[in-house]
């Protein structure tokens, strides 16, 4: 799919754009309002329509029906209560409360359910009356054929789960529809010196009124001390609360609104990559004007909209006629919201040949299943994927030249390259050979018979006696004589889970004792990440296997939970942390002295156990497994997200390896995970096991006689000035940059320090795949 023009712009209609619509002489072109302003819209270069679904006669309706003042008059009371009951039985519209009665008014249009319906409300009968409301208004859009409805936003967080019930049951009863929760990026009103008592999000969130819909404030982009009481993750919470109650529905979405103002730079916003974004509310009164007076972002509303267009969201722009700007009209803002499309990073990436982000296009957030290279022989056009890649043949040709370069003696150099496939390292061996003008000649093993008579035609064509082709697996093949050099690419996006260390187990007899082996060695790398996505993907399966199998992933709509920083209890490592790591040859080898190869696999057996800090609220769907290999000297082949681009920039032959948890885990701030993963063996089986355990750091008053400072949350969030120190809150973004390091005893459940610092057990994950029963590589 091509990149161009990916992100459609919605122009918002409101219901007074209606009303002088209609008072408008009659169009022949369009025969209601609704009709007139799409076509005025598209021919400004809209791609899409975003109206309200109803009138204020509904709202009106409903309110005499279903807002009672009791006690007031009691005949009017009954009244108003018979109406009630009759509209609950027969939900139903009258001609003048709805905006659109025809299919081709529906056309594109995106449909705004009445914003003032409160599905959380805390009174009973008026959630219960929002409900039916709310039915009555998808089933209409339904009828209309509307493909997507916007839901009005959740209020309160005491009543989100009945919101979150409602829409459960939306999502049922309207099968076809798509549903978007309307959702501010956080709530503003944190931010407030002094909290108005208007609610968090106003109601004239999509009036198009030129006035802006909330406080217009000054954001510092650094971060600097942390506000106790601030809890910027509470609209995310309540996201999470009704997805969760929804199952994670693939029909359920999320409108951003982007009215608040955004910092620069902060982590608690990175938590909205992994979240379903379909459209971005954007309010001309967001925009600022430049030194020309043409209408901008600010930079950090810049920012996250480049970073979201890999969602291809649809940005909705209100009150964009209003003349809120001196230069550049209504197409200013749209265009430069294009010209903030271009310029996205992740957009340029993919339109730049030779990128990954290129490479892979189509195969972003896409499961694939490793290879089973020992099980099965790979087609040919899987050879001609892996064979693209520039990167990995030039760092293995400039391995090859720097070990031949490094060799001691005038002897013939004996290489062999163990697994060649169709060949490509064969041709750069034998580069590196003329380019280093040393003697040298090449065995080139491979069990896969079709790859076999490629290599054969490939001798006879190129490279004639250069060469010596052996037909079998390394494991139990047999050499005519021992290599200085052993070159095989074995490697899985894990390292090992293709099974490199049991097939160089094998091809080590082939090598001498002082030789070389490429790669030298291969570390396996973890961090725990979100991703609604990719949950949904790998439990899209009727039993658990598809939750207990590990894929291969072009990550793109995730986040990465851990951070940099330490945690208070001083346990915890970098982001992304190293599991294991192979060598060859082996140091410790112990192998049967009749045939050289191992006695049993369980020298190849790993475990790790990692202690990661999660800075900010996040929901823990899976971990991102990475691998960094050494082919010689100091050149290597890396996919670990720090270090990729110093070691081999735009490398194309691995994507990182996706172990899923089949339930989420939810990980408040400043929470600490424990991530336990084991490389499992047997005789004829390779397989993998994880769990996870989610502990949340407990500060209590310290003795007396007690020196030793407790942790302070200052320095963690860009609002608000340093307080007293005071125990981390679960409800505060956590302290990115390392606090005092102290030791820790293990208790039953939780681990206790000297400070009365205690690490609190709060959920943990079951054991996936145990005796490898959903997933396995065959030996």
């Given at each position: 799919?091509?990149?161009?023009?990916?992100?459609?712009?919605?122009?918002?209609?409101?219901?007074?754009?209606?009303?002088?619509?209609?008072?408008?002489?009659?169009?022949?072109?369009?025969?209601?309002?609704?009709?007139?302003?799409?076509?005025?819209?598209?021919?400004?270069?809209?791609?899409?329509?975003?109206?309200?679904?109803?009138?204020?006669?509904?709202?009106?309706?409903?309110?005499?029906?279903?807002?009672?003042?009791?006690?007031?008059?009691?005949?009017?009371?009954?009244?108003?209560?018979?109406?009630?009951?009759?509209?609950?039985?027969?939900?139903?519209?009258?001609?003048?409360?709805?905006?659109?009665?025809?299919?081709?008014?529906?056309?594109?249009?995106?449909?705004?359910?009445?914003?003032?319906?409160?599905?959380?409300?805390?009174?009973?009968?008026?959630?219960?009356?929002?409900?039916?409301?709310?039915?009555?208004?998808?089933?209409?859009?339904?009828?209309?054929?509307?493909?997507?409805?916007?839901?009005?936003?959740?209020?309160?967080?005491?009543?989100?789960?009945?919101?979150?019930?409602?829409?459960?049951?939306?999502?049922?009863?309207?099968?076809?529809?798509?549903?978007?929760?309307?959702?501010?990026?956080?709530?503003?009103?944190?931010?407030?010196?002094?909290?108005?008592?208007?609610?968090?999000?106003?109601?004239?969130?999509?009036?198009?009124?030129?006035?802006?819909?909330?406080?217009?404030?000054?954001?510092?982009?650094?971060?600097?001390?942390?506000?106790?009481?601030?809890?910027?993750?509470?609209?995310?919470?309540?996201?999470?609360?009704?997805?969760?109650?929804?199952?994670?529905?693939?029909?359920?979405?999320?409108?951003?609104?982007?009215?608040?103002?955004?910092?620069?730079?902060?982590?608690?916003?990175?938590?909205?990559?992994?979240?379903?974004?379909?459209?971005?509310?954007?309010?001309?009164?967001?925009?600022?004007?430049?030194?020309?007076?043409?209408?901008?972002?600010?930079?950090?509303?810049?920012?996250?909209?480049?970073?979201?267009?890999?969602?291809?969201?649809?940005?909705?722009?209100?009150?964009?006629?209003?003349?809120?700007?001196?230069?550049?009209?209504?197409?200013?803002?749209?265009q430069y919201l294009r010209h903030l499309e271009k310029t996205s990073p992740a957009i340029q990436a993919a339109l730049t040949s030779g990128t990954v982000e290129n490479f892979a296009q189509g195969y972003q957030d896409y499961l694939q299943a490793p290879l089973q290279p020992l099980m099965d022989n790979l087609q040919s056009?899987?050879?001609?994927?892996?064979?693209?890649?520039?990167?990995?043949?030039?760092?293995?040709?400039?391995?090859?030249?720097?070990?031949?370069?490094?060799?001691?003696?005038?002897?013939?150099?004996?290489?062999?390259?163990?697994?060649?496939?169709?060949?490509?390292?064969?041709?750069?061996?034998?580069?590196?050979?003329?380019?280093?003008?040393?003697?040298?000649?090449?065995?080139?093993?491979?069990?896969?018979?079709?790859?076999?008579?490629?290599?054969?035609?490939?001798?006879?064509?190129?490279?004639?006696?250069?060469?010596?082709?052996?037909?079998?697996?390394?494991?139990?093949?047999?050499?005519?004589?021992?290599?200085?050099?052993?070159?095989?690419?074995?490697?899985?996006?894990?390292?090992?889970?293709?099974?490199?260390?049991?097939?160089?187990?094998?091809?080590?007899?082939?090598?001498?004792?002082?030789?070389?082996?490429?790669?030298?060695?291969?570390?396996?790398?973890?961090?725990?990440?979100?991703?609604?996505?990719?949950?949904?993907?790998?439990?899209?399966?009727?039993?658990?296997?598809?939750?207990?199998?590990?894929?291969?992933?072009?990550?793109?709509?995730?986040?990465?939970?851990?951070?940099?920083?330490?945690?208070?209890?001083?346990?915890?490592?970098?982001?992304?942390?190293?599991?294991?790591?192979?060598?060859?040859?082996?140091?410790?080898?112990?192998?049967?002295?009749?045939?050289?190869?191992?006695?049993?696999?369980?020298?190849?057996?790993?475990?790790?156990?990692?202690?990661?800090?999660?800075?900010?609220?996040?929901?823990?769907?899976?971990?991102?497994?990475?691998?960094?290999?050494?082919?010689?000297?100091?050149?290597?082949?890396?996919?670990?997200?720090?270090?990729?681009?110093?070691?081999?920039?735009?490398?194309?032959?691995?994507?990182?390896?996706?172990?899923?948890?089949?339930?989420?885990?939810?990980?408040?701030?400043?929470?600490?995970?424990?991530v336990s993963i084991w490389r499992m063996t047997n005789q004829r089986q390779v397989w993998y096991e994880w769990h996870a355990e989610a502990f949340l750091n407990v500060v209590g008053a310290p003795p007396a006689d007690s020196d030793v400072p407790l942790p302070s949350p200052n320095g963690g969030s860009f609002f608000g000035?340093?307080?007293?120190?005071?125990?981390?809150?679960?409800?505060?973004?956590?302290?990115?940059?390392?606090?005092?390091?102290?030791?820790?005893?293990?208790?039953?459940?939780?681990?206790?320090?000297?400070?009365?610092?205690?690490?609190?057990?709060?959920?943990?994950?079951?054991?996936?795949?145990?005796?490898?029963?959903?997933?396995?590589?065959?030996?």
């Amino acid at each position: 799919m091509s990149w161009e023009n990916t992100t459609s712009i919605s122009s918002l209609l409101t219901l007074q754009d209606i009303t002088r619509a209609a008072k408008e002489p009659p169009n022949p072109d369009a025969s209601t309002p609704v009709l007139a302003l799409s076509a005025q819209v598209r021919s400004k270069g809209y791609d899409l329509v975003c109206l309200p679904l109803t009138t204020e006669k509904w709202k009106k309706r409903w309110t005499e029906m279903c807002l009672i003042s009791t006690g007031v008059d009691s005949t009017t009371d009954m009244v108003a209560e018979r109406r009630a009951e009759a509209w609950r039985a027969k939900p139903g519209f009258l001609l003048d409360e709805v905006t659109m009665t025809e299919l081709e008014e529906a056309e594109g249009v995106t449909a705004l359910i009445s914003e003032w319906l409160e599905l959380d409300a805390a009174d009973d009968w008026v959630r219960h009356d929002a409900e039916i409301a709310l039915r009555q208004e998808l089933a209409y859009a339904s009828y209309l054929n509307v493909q997507t409805a916007i839901l009005p936003p959740p209020r309160s967080r005491e009543y989100v789960s009945s919101y979150a019930r409602t829409i459960n049951a939306c999502l049922k009863s309207a099968p076809y529809i798509h549903l978007s929760v309307r959702l501010a990026i956080y709530n503003p009103t944190v931010l407030e010196a002094s909290p108005m008592p208007s609610p968090p999000l106003p109601s004239s969130l999509f009036a198009g009124s030129p006035t802006p819909s909330t406080p217009r404030l000054v954001v510092p982009d650094d971060r600097g001390g942390e506000t106790s009481v601030v809890n910027l993750d509470a609209t995310w919470e309540m996201w999470d609360t009704i997805r969760s109650i929804c199952d994670y529905n693939t029909r359920l979405s999320l409108t951003l609104d982007l009215t608040p103002p955004l910092p620069v730079k902060s982590g608690f916003l990175s938590k909205w990559k992994a979240e379903p974004i379909r459209h971005l509310f954007l309010p001309a009164s967001t925009f600022i004007a430049n030194s020309k007076g043409y209408p901008v972002l600010p930079k950090g509303t810049q920012s996250f909209i480049r970073e979201s267009m890999t969602h291809r969201p649809i940005v909705i722009l209100s009150g964009a006629n209003a003349g809120l700007h001196t230069r550049g009209g209504e197409l200013a803002y749209s265009q430069y919201l294009r010209h903030l499309e271009k310029t996205s990073p992740a957009i340029q990436a993919a339109l730049t040949s030779g990128t990954v982000e290129n490479f892979a296009q189509g195969y972003q957030d896409y499961l694939q299943a490793p290879l089973q290279p020992l099980m099965d022989n790979l087609q040919s056009v899987t050879y001609q994927t892996f064979e693209q890649d520039p990167v990995k043949y030039h760092n293995y040709e400039e391995a090859i030249y720097q070990a031949l370069a490094d060799w001691q003696g005038e002897d013939l150099i004996i290489l062999c390259v163990a697994g060649a496939g169709r060949g490509p390292l064969v041709a750069r061996a034998l580069s590196a050979i003329e380019r280093s003008g040393r003697d040298a000649f090449i065995y080139v093993v491979e069990k896969n018979p079709n790859a076999y008579i490629t290599l054969q035609a490939r001798k006879e064509a190129e490279w004639g006696d250069k060469v010596k082709l052996l037909f079998g697996d390394m494991r139990f093949l047999e050499v005519p004589e021992k290599a200085d050099i052993l070159i095989s690419e074995l490697l899985g996006s894990f390292g090992d889970n293709e099974l490199s260390p049991e097939c160089l187990d094998g091809a080590m007899r082939f090598l001498k004792a002082d030789g070389i082996s490429i790669p030298s060695s291969y570390t396996a790398h973890l961090a725990p990440l979100s991703s609604s996505k990719l949950y949904n993907e790998s439990r899209a399966s009727k039993d658990d296997k598809g939750s207990e199998t590990p894929y291969v992933v072009m990550f793109q709509a995730v986040n990465l939970l851990s951070g940099d920083g330490a945690s208070s209890s001083g346990r915890c490592g970098p982001q992304v942390q190293e599991c294991w790591e192979f060598e060859h040859p082996r140091k410790d080898a112990v192998v049967d002295e009749r045939t050289g190869l191992p006695l049993t696999n369980s020298h190849n057996a790993r475990s790790a156990k990692l202690e990661f800090f999660i800075p900010h609220a996040g929901v823990l769907h899976g971990l991102a497994g990475y691998f960094e290999a050494v082919l010689y000297g100091n050149i290597g082949l890396s996919i670990h997200p720090h270090r990729k681009d110093r070691i081999s920039k735009d490398m194309l032959s691995w994507f990182p390896l996706f172990f899923p948890f089949k339930e989420p885990l939810y990980l408040p701030s400043n929470s600490e995970l424990t991530v336990s993963i084991w490389r499992m063996t047997n005789q004829r089986q390779v397989w993998y096991e994880w769990h996870a355990e989610a502990f949340l750091n407990v500060v209590g008053a310290p003795p007396a006689d007690s020196d030793v400072p407790l942790p302070s949350p200052n320095g963690g969030s860009f609002f608000g000035s340093p307080g007293p120190a005071r125990s981390p809150s679960p409800f505060v973004d956590g302290n990115d940059s390392a606090f005092d390091r102290r030791s820790f005893r293990m208790d039953s459940y939780s681990y206790e320090a000297s400070g009365g610092s205690k690490l609190v057990k709060i959920g943990h994950t079951s054991l996936h795949n145990p005796g490898g029963r959903s997933s396995w590589i065959g030996l």
